[in-house]
């Protein structure tokens, strides 16, 4: 992500209004594989240096394993664990799903701060639109993205992500999530 767009992001996130308690929760959705995390990781530094500190959760620590990862219940959970918290001054405290024992091991709490970052597939739900300040799309070739994820999380996870693959596109086309998206950037 270049310097100009993490300051064009930075200054339409400063210029939005808190919509969850006092703090602006910034959504970052897309295909898996498009660069998510990366701009999470760069917003977050980008954002520290005038805000101070950032919290940032990322989707796949709230996931419960790949079946049903995008039902109801991973919405349920968000409202409880992150954004009713937020919007009655509290930190925010969930379980942490342990990837390699396959169910939640630990609570992690993170700060609340005035800008909360929401990261992964499934940040842009429908169910969470009237919290978030502003919500991001990031997309990228699609010939590219399995290729990245695989490189990342190891060969073992091609099969997942070839049925997830179908899972987050119809999610992404049942709420809208493109279209809803305040800004729209295209990893490399």
Not at 76 to 96: C, M, Q, T, V, Y
Not at 116 to 137: D, M
Request: with cysteine.
């Amino acid at each position: 992500m270049s310097f100009f767009e993490l300051s064009k992001i930075r200054v339409a996130i400063e210029n939005s209004d808190a919509l969850c308690g006092d703090t602006k929760i910034v959504t970052i959705d897309g295909p898996a594989g498009s660069g998510k995390t990366t701009l999470a990781n760069e917003l977050a530094s980008e954002l520290a240096t005038s805000t101070g500190i950032i919290s940032v959760v990322h989707m796949d620590e709230l996931y419960e394993g790949w079946d049903d990862a995008l039902g109801q219940k991973l919405f349920d959970r968000i409202e409880a664990w992150i954004l009713a918290p937020i919007r009655n001054g509290l930190s925010p405290k969930f379980l942490k799903y342990d990837w390699h024992q396959g169910k939640y091991a630990n609570w992690s709490e993170l700060p609340l701060t005035p800008v909360f970052i929401i990261e992964g597939v499934g940040s842009g739900h429908a169910a969470l639109r009237k919290f978030v300040s502003q919500a991001i799309w990031v997309e990228a070739d699609d010939d590219l993205l399995l290729d990245r994820v695989v490189q990342r999380d190891g060969e073992g996870v091609r099969d997942e992500m070839l049925i997830w693959k179908d899972r987050e596109r119809a999610y992404f086309e049942s709420n809208a999530v493109k279209n809803a998206a305040h800004i729209h950037l295209r990893g490399q």
